[in-house]
Structures are given as C-alpha cells and as structure tokens.
C-alpha cells in the first residue's frame, strides 16, 4: 500500500469496527464481510467484487500489528489528508516537508531517510519546484483468502490441495494496458506521467490523484472492450496447495506468492487459506498429542488384561491394561500422535473407561453377589466422609 493509500481510505470504516479494536473483533469482521462479499456468492456483481477487494486490502492492514501502525501514524501525522507544504503566501518562500524527511535527513540511514522513503511518493515537489515526469512503480497484488476443509487424517499427516481461485488480475485481452487491441495509451499530458497533480489551497498545496488519468498517468483514447479501460480483469486458475501437517480447525495457513498477480512487474500478494477440519469418529486432538478412549471389562480393569488400541494410521498396537485399573486412567503410546514440521510425531493418549455390564445372566449376578459379600469390609468413599465431616 502507498503512502496516499493510507490517507486517503479509512481501513477501519471499511471493516465497521473502532479504531481501538483488537484482533479477533478485526478478524471476526472481516470474516463476515468476506462471507457477504465473496465473489464466488456474488457472481456477475462487479459492486460486490470491488466491495471485497476493499475488505481484502484493508485487513492485509489491519491484521498485521507492524502495517497497521504504520497506518495509524501516517494518519495521525497528517489527519488522514492529503501531502501539503506550507508557504507564506504568493511569491514567497515555500517550506516543503519534502525537504524536511528527504534526503536532507540524518546520515546512515537515520529517522529523515526513512520519514524520506515514508513520504516520498506523497509529495509532488520538493522545495517549490515543479515535479519531473515519473515512472509509475510496481505495485504489489492483493492478498485473497480462502478457506479449505479437511478431513482429520489429512489435518494430522499433512496434504496438498488443488484450490480454485479467482482474483484480480491483468486483462487478458489488452495486457493490462486497458487500449484496444493494436492501439497503446499515451502519457498523461495534466500531469505527465506521474499520476498526481498539485492544487493550490492558498497556504497550502494538496496533492492528489490526477483526475484526467485518475492515478494512472496514462490516457486510453480507445479502451479494450472487454475491461473497458481499467486494465484488469478477472482470472480463474487452479493451484496446488500444501497444507501443512498438524493444523488446527481455524488456522489460517499463508502461501506467499500464491495471491493475486502484481501490477507493472511488482510481486503477486499473498494466499491466505481457512482451514476446517472435520471430526473423527475415534479420535480426539490435544496439541500434537491424539486422544482416544477405549472402554475395557469390569474383570480386565481388576484383574489385568492386553487389550488391542487402533491407532490412526490403521494398525493396532498392544497394550496392557495393569490389574486394579481405575476408570479414566490415561497411558502414553509414544510417537502415534500428529506429524510435526520438524519430522517427529507426537504421542497416543489412550484413556480406560472401565464399561459396566448392562445385561448379566444368573451365574454372574451370583458370583458378583459372592464378590459382593467378600469385599463387604471396603468402603471406598470412607475417606470421602470423614473428610467432608471435618475428622
């Protein structure tokens, strides 16, 4: 984003929210406005289109804390307005703050070459002087978003998705020089070439987009039928992505370079996809750790037993069951767990739920009886008692 971007368009309006509101209160409004404006729920709406850019480029801002205060101190600086300089009037002496941050600042790349680079682009002319022609810099693309849903295995071991996108894109007709076919646009004679032009406001000269050429610095005599002059069309391609292993319903995963393509050589912005991971059946997450419970027998828990744990690549592993297991016990299966980046996995939490017998034939309704009579003397929740008696 330009330094005139930043002036010029109020981020926070954009996405309805305080200029004091934290991060989750951004991203929940984002999202919502994504959701409403979303080319793919909108088809055919060039309003609805140009509506999601503008909330796309303003929480590429806002989301980040080191642009977004770098947004706010620009805005604070000058009020949200254009560049200006101050005079004492007609005929005489101008002082530039062009002058003042440029290149005049301190040596070594102190804080005047970087308030220089800050405001360089805003400024028309520095000390008085009327600006030179120009060339229009490479613009970086937008960022897009997306969002993905996978299933838990995938989620856990890692996948690469193809993903349809569309974004903004340079015309394919015209090239993105928005002419007619086997015509090319001419310089923009109002400010040559630059894209801004000066207005005098007595004390003070506002800079401001060109309005003959409308920022471009070029003028289209003859504009392309198919993106009627404004250089940019709509494309619809197919990508790869890798999702890494190990991602968390909700994560947002960010592909560099992998969103909408630069304008005049300037670099593709960025790919930011929504991750959503469908429940499993069987298992749980706990951070790198997968959770299972497994029921056993009231006999298995009391007496010990191997039992058969299913792991979630498909095998099963054996693990033994210690005899006077109580319920909810939880054991460690080392290295069965989700993969990490690092190459190394985590662990299978396997919980014992101790399952009662919900139907039981005579035999064993007396044998529990004579179990029953011979632990008569135990009472498990005797200290419970005593303990909630005070003694």
Same mark, same amino acid.
């Given at each position: ?89 007609? #005929? ?11 290149q005049g600042g301190p040596a070594g790349g102190g804080t005047g070459e970087r308030l220089g680079d800050l405001f360089g682009g805003l400024f028309g002319n520095m000390g008085g002087r009327t600006a030179g022609r120009s060339t229009a810099r490479p613009r970086r693309g937008a960022d897009v978003e997306t969002e993905a849903t996978l299933t838990f295995g995938q989620a856990t071991e890692g996948v690469t998705l193809p993903l349809r996108l569309t974004s903004d894109a340079p015309c394919s007709a015209c090239a993105g020089t928005g ?7 001419? /310089? ?118 191997? /039992?058969? /744990? ?6 099963? /592993? ?5 005899? #006077? ?17 690092? #190459? ?48």
């Open positions: 984003m330009s330094t005139k971007d930043f002036l010029e368009k109020d981020y926070y309006a954009v996405l309805g929210v305080s200029k004091t509101a934290g991060q989750d209160e951004i991203k929940s409004a984002y999202r919502k406005l994504a959701r409403k404006y979303h080319p793919d729920t909108n088809k055919g709406d060039a309003a609805a289109e140009d509506r999601f850019k503008e909330i796309s480029e303003a929480y590429d801002v806002l989301s980040d804390e080191k642009r977004r205060k770098e947004y706010d101190d620009t805005r604070s600086l000058f009020g949200g307005g254009g560049g200006f300089r101050t005079s004492t009037g007609p #005929g005489g002496t101008t002082f530039d703050l062009g002058d003042l941050f440029g002419a007619k076919t086997g015509t090319t646009p001419r /310089v923009c004679p109002t400010c040559e070439g630059t894209g801004h032009a000066s207005r005098n406001l007595g004390g003070f000269s506002l800079s401001e987009p060109c309005r003959d050429c409308r920022g471009r610095g070029l003028i289209v005599d003859d504009p392309c039928p198919v993106c009627h002059g404004s250089g940019r069309g709509q494309s619809t391609r197919t990508i790869q992505a890798r999702i890494p292993a190990g991602v968390r319903d909700g994560q947002r995963i960010r592909l560099k370079g992998k969103g909408a393509s630069g304008e005049r050589g300037g670099p593709a912005g960025d790919l930011y996809v929504v991750v959503h991971v469908k429940p499993h059946k069987v298992f749980g997450r706990n951070g790198d750790n997968l959770t299972i419970t497994v029921p056993v027998t009231f006999t298995e828990a009391t007496l010990g037993a191997e /039992v058969q /744990v299913p792991t979630l690549g498909g095998e099963a /592993v054996t693990l033994k069951v210690p005899a #006077g297991t109580p319920n909810g016990r939880t054991v460690r299966v080392r290295g069965k767990g989700t993969a990490r980046r690092d #190459g190394t996995r985590g662990d299978l939490l396997v919980t014992w739920e101790v399952a009662v017998p919900q139907n039981l034939s005579g035999k064993a309704k007396d044998a529990l009886e004579e179990f029953k009579n011979a632990t008569a003397g135990e009472d498990p929740r005797g200290d419970l008692l005593r303990q909630a008696r005070g003694e």
